[in-house]
């Protein structure tokens, strides 16, 4: 039987910042179409590992192998193969659901012939679709974190980052928006790694940094 590749593989993962040890060689691996939950107190180095496997810093030590590529020596196709859904909203708040999908959508190279259908898709699933047409500046905080996700899985990545994706939001909008999370993976084959304070809720793999 052949291996499957794991979707995120870390071995003696280290950054440090000067003299400040911000992460202090981490292992772990996640299996494609895992749900892993990424644990740990302030300061812990959460921020800064999923900042390594995405690409945006480069590791002090060790390795990071996303979606089957070096996050060093292949950074380009690490990109290609991942979402991000960061804490800092970097909606535009003047354009509508459907002009900050299609914007993405150019920078990501989504053929022109796809972007259609996928976006009705990933607004279909997040329960946007109908809204499309209005400025996001008149979306709730719910529903901007929505289209964040949508936009997040536009351009179909193998792995999708999601950093604390419900921070802020209510009880019953945290609720759905794990009822999303949860399709997502049944729906796309996707693996989701995130950070999150909410363990109970989360309800998947965790690991405490
Ligand atoms: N650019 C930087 N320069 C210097 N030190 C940094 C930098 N980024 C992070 N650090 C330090 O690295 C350590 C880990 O920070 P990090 O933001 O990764 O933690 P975190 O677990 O994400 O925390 P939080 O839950 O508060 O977001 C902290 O001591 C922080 O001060």
Redo the contacts with the bound molecule.
């Keep these: 039987m052949v291996a499957v590749e794991p979707a995120v593989a870390v071995a003696g993962l280290e950054?440090r910042?000067?003299d400040?040890?911000?992460?202090k060689g981490i292992e772990f691996t996640v299996a494609p179409g895992e749900i892993f939950g990424f644990l740990?107190?302030?300061?812990?180095?959460?921020?800064?590992?999923?900042?390594m496997l995405c690409t945006l810093?480069r590791p002090s030590a060790g390795t990071a192998r996303v979606a089957g590529h070096d996050v060093v020596r292949e950074r380009d196709d690490v990109r290609r193969n991942i979402g991000l859904v960061f804490?800092d909203p970097t909606l535009d708040g003047y354009l509508s659901g459907e002009q900050n999908l299609r914007f993405h959508a150019e920078l990501y190279g989504v053929p022109r012939s796809a972007v259609a259908p996928r976006m009705r898709q990933v607004l279909e699933m997040v329960g946007l679709w109908e809204r499309r047409s209005d400025k996001v500046l008149t979306y709730s905080g719910g529903m901007k974190r929505r289209l964040e996700i949508a936009r997040g899985l536009l351009h179909s990545p193998r792995v999708l980052f999601l950093?604390?994706p419900t921070v802020g939001l209510d009880p019953q909008t945290r609720s759905s928006i794990w009822d999303y999370i949860r399709e997502l993976r049944a729906a796309e084959e996707i693996t989701i790694f995130m950070?999150t304070?909410y363990m109970q809720e989360a309800d998947c793999q965790l690991w405490h940094?």
Aim: net charge neutral; proline share 8%; hydrophobic share 30%.
């Design positions: 950054k910042f000067g400040v040890p911000a992460v740990g107190p302030n300061g812990a180095g959460k921020s800064t590992t999923i900042n810093l804490q950093d604390e950070t304070h940094a």
